[in-house]
């Protein structure tokens, strides 16, 4: 059911969109910044050969720095100023929002309001240093070591002079890229940090359908393979806008109340679940976890001999491990699923709601208040966390599926599709809200000039 903001914003008009000066002036400041990031992208570290470092990354793809690679817009692959993106600052707000949810102290700063989000919001970015520290130090002694054992020098002068630059630069790169997310998100439209991820993803979309297409003329790409591809991408992102979306509103009733005739009234709202609590974390946990031990044993398969045993081992992990096989489509899919219902189980506290819940007088009718209430919204958000895990094992899974038949290297995998579709529904309802308010704004101007003429 739509509800009443739905309905007014389904009846905006884009004609009055030429006449939002400050919505215009956002949408440009946004672009501008986002610019500025992908000429980033292209500016390599000091002391590193982009010649020599790309046919070294093309030796380990299909690791967990292709992961890192789609989401910095191919920054990893040429060794930018920006190379580690905003990797390390997502995944210190996923360690901060668990810990806050589990640690005494930190649920206590969670309640402090405003306060304590500031606070958070701190530890954040000094997790995001440390992360940043610490990667690029390894990320620049493994550049040195893995090419002098490839024969090949990606690092012109390889040296402890060397990983202190290597790290001074991604750190800033890094912090940099958090300070411009920051300003589209006061000065522009949407959230800074989600579009900067998704202006990556999508940068390396003219090079896909280029290649899909010029794979079509040369026919080395059957053309009902190409349409296939074309329909299934369709079709998910025709699912995630609708599942996204999706909510199971749970009435809540207030107490009656006397209105201003004197006639007693009860208030009614809804408690929205939505149906995928977890959002894109739970493909970026099991991916990652999952793609680690790939990367891992692809490194230190350079420096083991050819015939020992480990060797051996190495390779059958590689083997079975790789993209479309079934041990890691079964593997991938088992992990989507755990991580939806322990993140969803972590965000959202049935007790902590239903405790607000009574302390407001509301009630959700049929339901006694306080610990019954907590065992149903349980048993509601189970019930619907079920049907998002399958949602999110289907649009990731199917992807990999695809890849592995048709050997088409598909960059928009599902956890891209879902950050590219989340984002940009997100920025297309905050304009909406912005023509929204200016339309209210014009009527209030009218409403005001007619008074005065009275």
């Given at each position: 059911m739509a509800s009443r903001a739905d309905n007014i914003a389904s009846n905006l008009s884009l004609a009055n969109f030429s006449k939002a000066t400050e919505l215009k002036q956002r949408i440009w400041f946004t672009i501008g910044a986002l610019i500025v990031f992908r000429f980033l992208s292209f500016v390599p570290l000091p002391g590193v050969n982009p010649l020599i470092l790309e046919s070294l990354y093309d030796q380990t793809r299909g690791g967990i720095l292709d992961l890192f690679n789609t989401f910095s817009g191919g920054s990893l692959e040429r060794m930018s100023l920006i190379a580690l993106g905003v990797m390390p600052y997502i995944t210190a707000s996923i360690v901060v929002q668990l810990a806050a949810a589990l640690h005494p102290s930190l649920v206590a700063l969670k309640k402090e309001g405003e306060a304590g989000r500031k606070k958070l919001n701190q530890y954040t970015r000094y997790g995001a240093v440390f992360l940043c520290a610490i990667q690029g130090w390894f990320l620049a002694a493994g550049l040195e070591a893995y090419g002098a054992q490839s024969g090949l020098q990606a690092v012109v002068n390889p040296g402890m002079m060397f990983r202190v630059v290597a790290v001074i630069n991604l750190v800033g790169g890094t912090m940099f890229l958090l300070w411009l997310g920051e300003q589209i998100t006061s000065r522009g439209i949407g959230n800074g940090v989600s579009l900067i991820i998704m202006a990556g993803i999508v940068a390396q979309f003219p090079t896909f359908i280029a290649n899909l297409f010029e794979g079509g003329r040369t026919?080395?790409?059957?053309?009902?393979?190409?349409?296939?591809?074309?329909?299934?991408?369709?079709?998910?992102v025709l699912a995630i806008c609708f599942m996204e979306r999706a909510q199971r509103r749970l009435l809540v009733q207030y107490p009656k109340r006397a209105s201003a005739r004197g006639m007693m009234q009860a208030d009614r709202s809804h408690l929205p679940l939505k149906l995928n609590t977890a959002g894109v974390i739970p493909p970026i946990f099991a991916s990652s976890l999952l793609l680690l031990p790939l990367t891992i044993?692809?490194?230190?398969?350079?420096?083991?001999?050819?015939?020992?045993?480990?060797?051996?081992?190495?390779?059958?992990?590689?083997?079975?491990?790789?993209?479309?096989?079934?041990?890691?489509?079964a593997f991938y899919a088992t992990g989507i699923i755990f991580f939806c219902f322990f993140y969803t189980a972590v965000v959202f506290n049935p007790e902590e709601t239903a405790e607000n819940l009574k302390k407001n007088g509301g009630f959700i009718p049929g339901i006694r208040p306080g610990k019954r209430t907590a065992e149903y919204l349980d048993y509601v958000l189970t019930r619907i966390t079920v049907i998002g895990a399958i949602y999110l094992t289907v649009v990731c899974v199917l992807p990999e599926y695809m890849i592995a038949q048709t050997g088409i290297p598909l960059f928009l995998g599902g956890t891209s599709l879902l950050i590219v579709v989340n984002v940009t529904v997100d920025t297309i309802s905050q304009i909406q809200s912005h023509l929204l308010a200016h339309q209210y704004g014009d009527l209030i101007k009218k409403a005001k000039l007619k008074g005065r003429l009275r």
């Open positions: 026919g080395s790409i059957n053309v009902f393979v190409i349409v296939g591809l074309v329909v299934m991408i369709v079709g998910l044993s692809q490194f230190a398969g350079n420096s083991v001999s050819t015939g020992s045993a480990f060797y051996g081992v190495i390779q059958t992990l590689n083997q079975y491990l790789q993209h479309g096989q079934p041990l890691y489509l």
